[in-house]
Nanobody
């Protein structure tokens, strides 16, 4: 399995930006579609963004379209989530996921906390 470690979380004021990183190890990174999910207190984990193994296609949740951008560098085995115009509703633990066969079979990182204050 691939191992994933997220970084880049923190506290920011509404309107600010953060860039999350997820470093992968253990297996060939370019085999995997990558995704970001988040879980706010008292809520279920939800999809945020995803990118295909070759970086040619990206997908975003409606709630983050126009504000968040997912990207990857296969040479560095890293996927990123650039988050701009942050809102208090974006406060959550953000998880990185890797899959070759759907998100129900994904490998997950431990998450990084993002807190947005209004």
């Amino acid at each position: 399995q691939v191992q994933l470690v997220e970084s880049g979380g923190g506290s920011v004021q509404a309107g600010g930006s953060l860039r999350l990183s997820c470093a992968a190890s253990g297996r060939t990174f370019s085999w995997y579609d990558m995704g970001w999910f988040r879980q706010a207190p008292g809520k279920e984990r939800e999809f945020v963004a995803a990118i295909t193994w070759n970086g040619r296609s990206t997908y975003n949740a409606d709630s983050v379209k126009g504000r968040f951008t997912i990207s990857r560098e296969n040479a560095k085995s890293t996927v990123y989530l650039q988050m701009n115009s942050l809102e208090s509703e974006d406060t959550a633990i953000y998880y990185c996921a890797a899959t070759t066969a759907g998100w129900t079979n994904a490998c997950w990182g431990r998450g990084t906390q993002v807190t947005v204050s209004s």
